[in-house]
């Protein structure tokens, strides 16, 4: 016979009170509280225009691209040819770097950029039009950076440019090779929509020709980059056997090369002597590059060195020229000695030391050399301050003329195009904020996106999360084909390339809903909230497991002081 006996009322300890642990408020053990954050990537503080890089990589990441290109081009128009060209310091920068290989930026940003081209995405100006109208001279990247930035903002941009067309330095420096006609066209012709007024082949200079532009406009921007070419003392630029490097550069890019002989030396060690001597390659040229620096420390961009070398350029790098004879029909003998390249502290300064019985000779036909370049100030006339040899401007890119701003090439030494597109942005949003003074409104210039948090470092992350994979492999014309066309050398990400690149990104200091910080929380002291989270106050006591836990360092422990 089986006995019946009642269920037994579930035991609650004596310390509850409700049946529930939401009593017991662990949060008076803390000593510190766990916090969300929004923090800038190391690959934000290193980018010439401070773009959000983890951001728009995530919704690459997501498939949204045209929400992904939007996000780049809150700081620069010009995703598809930067991502061509940049120097990415971001790379540099990128906390994967420490842990496998950095983050392939250039080429998802190419990507991306190249998608809104193919789909044909255009920009909008500001819905609101604002009080006030910005004469900017020069139409390279700085000048239509800052044209692009006035006109999202709502101001009348009226742009003069010298040449028979915008681009500047992009279109006249840097050969098709490097970065496609069609692809600097397209992204020039979508600012140019946005409703600025372009003038070519209009030349301003001399006192009196700025003077009229400030009286007509309620702002001027000086972008006329760096036009005056360096020269070799050891030199005589009056033979037909010399030429400037942004010269042949030009006249190469438009289709009418200088006439020069089959052997040809390029004296420099930087990107436009690289492009110097690949275009001279393409023209039949034998080509030497003569370089003051060793390989390693040579300004060019290491890929391009290496190209170089494929495409049949012979580099004597760690050496000077000294003098040049004549050979009759025999050419040139360029007399050169090995030195010891040591930087200097800025940009364009060094030392060199010549090593003793290091001589030698090069027999050429011709020499191109590719310095550098020095902004021409003579042109603005009276009433502007220099400083070493550059415009003088102050932290807000304000020139000593009143109203005047200025950027790019002739305001600095960086000598980037992503270095003049991030001057171009910033000049903007400070002639925006002078205008809104003076008309008593609103600041509406783009600020800050993040607050005042450190750069995430790699401990931030826990990498337990980011399995160790391979970066994306860059891809490159067949060396047998590049000599013959203007072909891209580097070529772009096909789609599952990109996703799967966009996968190694850790997102720093960006949060990425996973909800690692509720699912490990011991105190359940971590909530949901929509699309954010929140830390509930009594309960957390201070573990930190949470952020140990965060996949992408956008969280930390804040201490409190009671």
Same mark, same amino acid.
């Given at each position: 016979?089986?006995?019946?006996?009642?269920?037994?009322?579930?035991?609650?300890?004596?310390?509850? /009170?409700?049946?529930?642990?939401?009593?017991?408020?662990?949060?008076?053990?803390?000593?510190?509280?766990?916090?969300?954050?929004?923090?800038?990537?190391?690959?934000?503080?290193?980018?010439?225009?401070?773009?959000?890089?983890?951001?728009?990589?995530?919704?690459?990441?997501?498939?949204?691209?045209?929400?992904?290109?939007?996000?780049?081009?809150?700081?620069?128009?010009?995703?598809?040819?930067?991502?061509?060209?940049?120097?990415?310091?971001?790379?540099?920068?990128?906390?994967?770097?420490?842990?496998?290989?950095?983050?392939?930026?250039?080429?998802?940003?190419?990507?991306?950029?190249?998608?809104?081209?193919?789909?044909?995405?255009?920009?909008?100006?500001?819905?609101?039009? *604002?009080?006030?109208?910005?004469?900017?001279?020069?139409?390279?990247?700085?000048?239509?950076?800052?044209?692009?930035?006035?006109?999202?903002?709502?101001?009348?941009?009226?742009?003069?440019?010298?040449?028979?067309?915008?681009?500047?330095?992009?279109?006249?420096?840097?050969?098709?090779?490097?970065?496609?006609?069609?692809?600097?066209?397209?992204?020039?012709?979508?600012?140019?929509?946005?409703?600025?007024?372009?003038?070519?082949?209009?030349?301003?200079? @001399?006192?009196?020709?700025?003077?009229?532009?400030?009286? *007509?406009?309620?702002?001027?921007?000086?972008?006329?980059?760096?036009?005056?070419?360096?020269?070799?003392?050891?030199?005589?630029?009056?033979?037909?056997?010399?030429?400037?490097?942004?010269?042949?550069?030009?006249?190469?890019?438009? @289709?009418?090369?200088?006439?020069?002989?089959?052997?040809?030396?390029?004296?420099?060690?930087?990107?436009?002597?690289?492009?110097?001597?690949?275009?001279?390659?393409?023209?039949?040229?034998?080509? /030497?590059?003569?370089?003051?620096?060793?390989?390693?420390?040579?300004?060019?961009?290491?890929?391009?060195?290496?190209?170089?070398?494929?495409?049949?350029?012979?580099?004597?790098?760690?050496?000077?020229?000294? @003098?040049?004879?004549?050979?009759?029909?025999?050419?040139?003998?360029?007399?050169?000695?090995?030195?010891?390249?040591?930087?200097?502290? *800025?940009?364009?300064?060094?030392?060199? /030391?010549?090593?003793?019985?290091?001589?030698?000779?090069?027999?050429?036909?011709?020499?191109?050399?590719?310095?550098?370049?020095?902004?021409?100030?003579?042109?603005?006339?009276?009433?502007?301050?220099?400083?070493?040899?550059?415009?003088?401007?102050?932290? *807000?890119?304000?020139?000593?003329?009143?109203?005047?701003?200025?950027?790019?090439?002739?305001?600095?030494?960086?000598?980037?195009?992503?270095?003049?597109?991030?001057?171009?942005?910033?000049?903007?949003?400070?002639?925006?904020?002078?205008?809104?003074?003076?008309?008593?409104?609103?600041?509406?210039?783009?600020?800050?996106?993040?607050?005042?948090?450190?750069?995430?470092?790699?401990?931030?992350?826990?990498?337990?999360?980011?399995?160790?994979?391979?970066?994306?492999?860059?891809?490159?014309?067949?060396?047998?084909?590049?000599?013959?066309?203007?072909?891209?050398?580097?070529?772009?990400?096909?789609?599952?390339?990109?996703?799967?690149?966009?996968?190694?990104?850790?997102?720093?200091?960006?949060?990425?809903?996973?909800?690692?910080?509720?699912?490990?929380?011991?105190?359940?002291?971590?909530?949901?909230?929509?699309?954010?989270?929140?830390?509930?106050?009594?309960?957390?006591?201070?573990?930190?497991?949470?952020?140990?836990?965060?996949?992408?360092?956008?969280?930390?422990?804040?201490?409190?002081?009671?």
């Amino acid at each position: 016979m089986s006995v019946t006996t009642p269920a037994s009322p579930a035991l609650v300890p004596t310390t509850w /009170t409700t049946g529930s642990t939401d009593a017991i408020k662990t949060g008076t053990w803390r000593a510190s509280l766990a916090k969300h954050i929004k923090a800038p990537a190391p690959c934000h503080g290193a980018c010439p225009v401070n773009g959000d890089i983890a951001e728009w990589i995530g919704l690459a990441r997501a498939r949204d691209f045209h929400g992904s290109w939007q996000v780049l081009a809150r700081h620069n128009p010009f995703p598809s040819i930067a991502g061509r060209i940049c120097h990415h310091p971001c790379e540099t920068a990128c906390n994967r770097a420490g842990y496998d290989e950095a983050l392939s930026i250039c080429k998802l940003e190419r990507f991306v950029g190249d998608q809104a081209l193919a789909q044909g995405w255009a920009f909008e100006s500001a819905a609101t039009p *604002q009080t006030g109208h910005v004469a900017i001279v020069g139409g390279g990247p700085s000048g239509l950076s800052a044209a692009y930035q006035l006109r999202r903002m709502g101001y009348a941009v009226t742009l003069y440019e010298a040449s028979a067309e915008l681009g500047g330095l992009m279109r006249y420096g840097i050969p098709a090779y490097r970065l496609a006609r069609d692809v600097l066209d397209g992204e020039i012709a979508r600012i140019v929509a946005m409703g600025v007024k372009v003038h070519c082949n209009h030349h301003i200079d @001399g006192t009196e020709g700025f003077k009229r532009l400030r009286e *007509q406009h309620d702002a001027l921007y000086l972008a006329l980059g760096a036009t005056r070419n360096k020269r070799l003392p050891t030199l005589d630029y009056g033979q037909p056997w010399v030429c400037d490097g942004a010269t042949f550069l030009a006249r190469a890019n438009a @289709g009418q090369p200088v006439t020069l002989g089959k052997r040809l030396v390029v004296i420099g060690g930087g990107s436009a002597a690289l492009d110097a001597a690949r275009s001279a390659r393409r023209l039949g040229h034998e080509v /030497t590059l003569l370089a003051l620096e060793q390989r390693a420390q040579m300004p060019a961009q290491a890929e391009e060195v290496v190209e170089a070398l494929e495409e049949g350029i012979t580099l004597v790098d760690g050496a000077r020229l000294d @003098g040049v004879r004549e050979e009759g029909a025999k050419g040139l003998t360029l007399n050169c000695t090995r030195v010891a390249f040591l930087p200097g502290a *800025q940009r364009g300064q060094f030392t060199l /030391t010549p090593i003793e019985g290091s001589g030698f000779a090069i027999a050429a036909d011709a020499i191109v050399t590719s310095i550098g370049q020095d902004p021409d100030l003579s042109v603005l006339g009276e009433g502007f301050a220099a400083s070493g040899g550059l415009l003088k401007t102050d932290d *807000q890119l304000s020139t000593s003329t009143v109203n005047v701003y200025a950027g790019g090439d002739m305001t600095s030494m960086a000598r980037f195009v992503t270095e003049a597109i991030g001057m171009g942005k910033r000049a903007a949003q400070a002639i925006a904020r002078a205008l809104q003074q003076r008309a008593a409104t609103p600041d509406t210039s783009p600020g800050s996106h993040y607050g005042d948090e450190l750069l995430v470092p790699l401990e931030a992350i826990s990498t337990f999360y980011h399995p160790k994979r391979e970066r994306a492999e860059a891809h490159l014309l067949d060396v047998t084909q590049r000599l013959q066309r203007d072909t891209e050398v580097q070529l772009g990400l096909e789609i599952e390339q990109a996703l799967a690149e966009s996968e190694r990104c850790f997102s720093c200091g960006t949060c990425i809903n996973c909800d690692n910080c509720v699912v490990y929380c011991p105190d359940m002291a971590v909530k949901r909230v929509g699309d954010g989270y929140i830390v509930l106050t009594d309960y957390c006591k201070g573990c930190g497991v949470c952020v140990k836990e965060c996949p992408t360092g956008s969280m930390t422990m804040q201490e409190e002081r009671r």
